[in-house]
């Protein structure tokens, strides 16, 4: 059965969910590439993949909530683009959309985890020292 939970994002939380995904899989984790079967370009911006969270963004939703079916139904769209994909019960504020947007691009670079926070940490509304 899907949740019916509102779930609220603003930058401040998006940033700490963050945080807490880093946490997780550690600064130096790097998103794995993913090559499809019959595909000869592997890539990393899946939200879930295997029965899994992937991505650190995928993971942040994830840890606020989000479930794994859910995830999947917002492949191949930006993280500022997640509020059309998601579930109205999801509400991302603007900034919120920004923080993600900036930990995905990196992580897709193939980034570690901890530079994608540093990336997000440029547009969370949070103190330095918190950082």
Not at 7 to 19: E, F, P, S
Not at 44 to 51: C, F, Q, T
Request: with cysteine.
């Amino acid at each position: 059965m899907a949740s019916t939970k509102t779930i609220n994002i603003d930058g401040t939380r998006a940033y700490n969910l963050l945080k807490k995904a880093v946490e997780r899989k550690g600064p130096d984790y790097v998103t794995p590439l993913v090559v499809e079967e019959g595909s000869l370009i592997g890539r990393r911006g899946y939200y879930a993949h295997n029965g899994k969270c992937h991505c650190p963004v995928g993971v942040a939703l994830n840890i606020a909530g989000v479930t794994l079916a859910e995830l999947r139904e917002a492949e191949y769209v930006r993280a500022e683009q997640l509020n059309w994909r998601l579930p109205l019960r999801v509400k991302f504020s603007g900034t919120a959309l920004q923080v993600f947007e900036a930990a995905q691009r990196r992580a897709d670079k193939g980034a570690p985890w901890g530079s994608a926070l540093h990336a997000a940490a440029e547009f969370a509304p949070v103190a330095h020292e918190e950082r």
